[in-house]
């Protein structure tokens, strides 16, 4: 079965940083694609970035300069550093296997983790 | 920047109806377009992927479909369960999701 479990996320200043972890089992997240998803209060879902399994990342504007996602595969375990916060980063952030379609190389999320809520306020 | 716009935002029904939600992206993204369901605090599950193929242990009242820049996600006899926001997502350029659509009980 897979298990993807977040944590490290909690209240931080406005210009902090924060790591949050997500730790998988059941899948290898050296040989998986994988990504983070955050949804803030009461709103919709937005990507925000994407580790390949041959290493390249993928960000999305909105936090690009000031998010690094990693992996670690002794631990089996994805990290997203987030540096420089704001307020409009209070959200729950998700970790989430990306899986790639045989036929038309489509990709979605398919495993998803219960999320960590990061809460940016002075 | 590639932008989902999903319709309706919100929309009401009873147990047994058929529904439909719709997603337009901006240009064209192929079949590259997926749904998602996701129930209050819980993470979204993917329901439809490449427009309409469905993910395994789906009930197959949920389809997809796509013409162009529009896609299609379909409930053909609405179920309790079934009752949740909807998004749609493109990963063709990016990923980008739709603003969702909230399907509550009429």
């Known amino acids: 079965e897979v298990q993807l479990v977040e944590t490290g996320g909690g209240l931080i200043q406005p210009g902090g940083s924060l790591r949050l972890s997500c730790a998988a089992s059941g899948l290898s997240v050296s040989s998986n694609y994988m990504g983070w998803v955050r949804q803030a209060p009461g709103k919709g879902l937005e990507w925000i970035s994407v580790?390949?399994?041959?290493?390249?990342?993928h960000y999305a504007d909105s936090v690009k300069g000031r998010f690094t996602i990693s992996r670690d595969n002794s631990k089996n375990t994805l990290y997203l550093q987030m540096n420089s916060l704001r307020a409009e980063d209070t959200a729950m952030y998700f970790c989430?296997?990306?899986?790639?379609?045989?036929?038309?190389?489509?990709?979605?999320?398919?495993?998803w983790g219960q999320g960590t809520l990061v809460t940016v306020s002075s | 920047d590639i932008q989902m716009t999903q319709s309706p935002s919100s929309l009401s029904a009873s147990v047994g109806d058929r529904v439909t939600i719709t997603c337009r992206a901006s240009?064209?993204?192929?079949?590259?377009l997926n749904w998602y369901q996701q129930k209050p605090g819980k993470a979204p599950k993917v329901l439809i992927y490449?427009?309409?193929s469905l993910e395994s242990g789906v009930p197959s009242r949920f389809s997809g479909s796509a013409s162009g820049t529009d896609f299609t996600l379909t409930i053909s006899s609405l179920q309790p369960e079934d009752f949740a926001m909807y998004y749609c997502q493109q990963s063709h350029l990016g990923r980008t999701f739709g603003q969702g659509t909230r399907l509550e009980i009429k």
């Open positions: 580790l390949y399994s041959g290493g390249p990342t």
């Open positions: 240009q064209s993204i192929s079949s590259h």
């Open positions: 989430a296997r990306v899986v790639v379609g045989a036929a038309t190389g489509v990709d979605y999320f398919d495993y």
């Open positions: 490449e427009a309409s």
